[in-house]
C-alpha cells in the first residue's frame, strides 16, 4: 500500500506556547522545526511498520517551508506545493494520515485554535455545517477514494476527528490546551513512540475505514473576520458569491483540486 502524510505545526509535540512555534514574523522555530521532523519520520515508521510500500510526506505549514530535508526519513518521498494534489489523485494511495494538526476555529481548549487564517477566517462551513482544516484535508483526500487513516495532535483536535471519522480513526494525543497559546504536552519519547504506533494501526486498518466525503453538488462558505478581508478574497473570482459583508460562498460540482475545497473560483 502506499500512504500519504501531510503535515502542520500547531500540533507537534513539544510545541507548547504561542512563543515555541513563532519566531518574530515567521511562523516557525528551529525548535518546532524539528519536531516537525521527528513527528513526521515517527508517522513514517509507524506506515513501513504496517507494511507501507511507499510513504509521502508533506510539509503543509505555511506555504511548506519547514522541513529539515536532511533530517527526513531518507525511506520517506518527499512531496512539494506543485505536486502533492497529483499524488493525491493518482488512485494510488490507500490511505491517508494528518500529522501536527490542529483544532478549528472556536474551539475550546484548543491549542492555538483557528481555520486556515487565525488572522482573517472566522468561520468555515460546507453545506452548512461548521468545519476545520482536517475535514477540509479529508474531503479531499476522501474525493479521490482515500480514508483519513489517523490523526495526531492536541487532545481538542482528536476529539473533532473522532466526531469526524468515527471510533476506527487511530488518534496520537501528544499535548492538551490550558488555554489557546499555552498547552502541556507528554515527554516527547513517549509521544513519538505514540505517534508511530497510531500510524502503524491506522494503516492496518485502512480496509475498515470508510472515505470522509460530502454529497455533489456542496456548498463552501467562509465567514471572514472583516469586511475588507471579504473585499479581497472576491478579487480575481469568478463563482463565487457574496454573501454579506464578511461572507462568501460557492457551489462545488465536483472536486478535483484541494482549491475547490479551501478557495473556490
Request: hydrophobic share 40%; aromatic share 10%; with cysteine.
Amino acid at each position: 500500500m502506499k500512504v500519504f502524510i501531510t503535515t502542520d505545526m500547531e500540533g507537534l509535540s513539544g510545541v507548547d506556547t504561542y512563543e515555541t512555534l513563532w519566531d518574530g514574523d515567521i511562523p516557525r522555530t528551529p525548535f518546532a522545526c524539528e519536531r516537525l521532523m521527528a513527528d513526521t519520520n515517527a508517522a513514517a515508521a509507524g506506515c513501513f511498520d504496517a507494511g507501507a510500500e511507499t510513504v509521502y510526506v508533506l510539509d503543509g505549514h505555511n506555504g511548506g517551508v519547514n522541513f529539515i530535508d536532511e533530517l527526513l526519513d531518507p525511506r520517506a518521498v518527499k512531496c512539494t506545493k506543485s505536486n502533492w494534489q497529483e499524488v493525491i489523485a493518482s488512485g494510488e494511495i490507500g490511505a491517508f494520515l494528518m500529522v501536527g494538526f490542529h483544532a478549528k476555529a472556536g474551539t475550546l481548549g484548543g491549542f492555538l485554535d483557528h481555520t486556515q487564517s487565525s488572522k482573517s477566517w472566522f468561520n468555515y462551513y460546507i453545506n452548512g455545517e461548521k468545519y476545520g482544516e482536517i475535514a477540509q484535508e479529508a474531503v479531499f483526500a476522501g474525493a479521490f477514494g482515500i480514508p483519513c487513516v489517523m490523526v495526531s495532535g492536541d487532545r481538542a483536535v482528536c476529539a473533532e476527528a473522532r466526531q469526524l471519522f468515527g471510533n476506527q480513526i487511530s488518534l496520537a494525543i501528544v499535548k492538551e490546551g490550558t488555554c489557546r497559546n499555552i498547552t502541556q504536552s507528554i515527554p516527547l519519547p513517549e509521544a513519538e513512540a505514540l505517534i508511530r504506533e497510531s500510524a502503524r494501526t491506522g494503516v492496518l486498518n485502512a480496509a475498515k475505514m470508510r472515505p470522509f466525503t460530502i454529497p455533489m453538488p456542496s456548498t463552501m462558505r467562509i465567514e471572514f473576520y472583516r469586511s475588507d478581508y471579504c473585499d479581497n478574497a472576491m478579487k480575481g473570482r469568478t463563482n463565487t458569491r457574496r454573501i454579506d459583508a464578511r461572507t462568501i460562498e460557492w457551489t462545488v460540482d465536483k472536486i478535483q483540486t484541494f482549491s475547490d475545497v479551501v478557495r473556490g473560483s
